[in-house]
Nanobody, 119 residues
Framework: QVQLVESGGGLVQPGGSLRLSCAAS????????MGWYRQAPGKQRELVAS???????DYASSVKGRFTISRDNAKNTVYLQMNSLNPEDTAVYYC?????????????WGQGTQVTVSS
């Protein structure tokens, strides 16, 4: 089973930037899609951005224009570039992989990385 490991989180001031990485233990080409989700204290986990195997992307309205998701198939890694961060972006960020095989959907999650935006 392919494992996902997130990195790149940390403490950043409002207006700053961070780049998160999600490294897979195997080829990410096998996945139909990969995505970044986040969960703030007391809130449900929500989609931040996703990217399909053919490179199509989707973003939550709250991050459009500020965040960019990308993938490097050679490195088996998906990135989330986060710019113009604000305190509302504070959350644990999780990487997710999705594979669809017929009528069965397989998903897997990383362990998460904390992002804190504060002055």
């Amino acid at each position: 089973q392919v494992q996902l490991v997130e990195s790149g989180g940390g403490l950043v001031q409002p207006g700053g930037s961070l780049r998160l990485s999600c490294a897979a233990s195997g080829s990410i080409l096998r996945f139909n899609a990969m995505g970044w989700y986040r969960q703030a204290p007391g809130k449900q986990r929500e989609l931040v951005a996703s990217i399909t195997s053919d490179g199509s992307t989707d973003y939550a309205s709250s991050v459009k224009g500020r965040f960019t998701i990308s993938r490097d198939n050679a490195k088996n890694t998906v990135y989330l570039q986060m710019n113009s961060l604000n305190p509302e972006d504070t959350a644990v960020y999780y990487c997710k992989r999705t594979t669809v095989n017929g009528r069965t959907t397989y998903i897997g999650w990383g362990q998460g990385t904390q992002v804190t935006v504060s002055s």
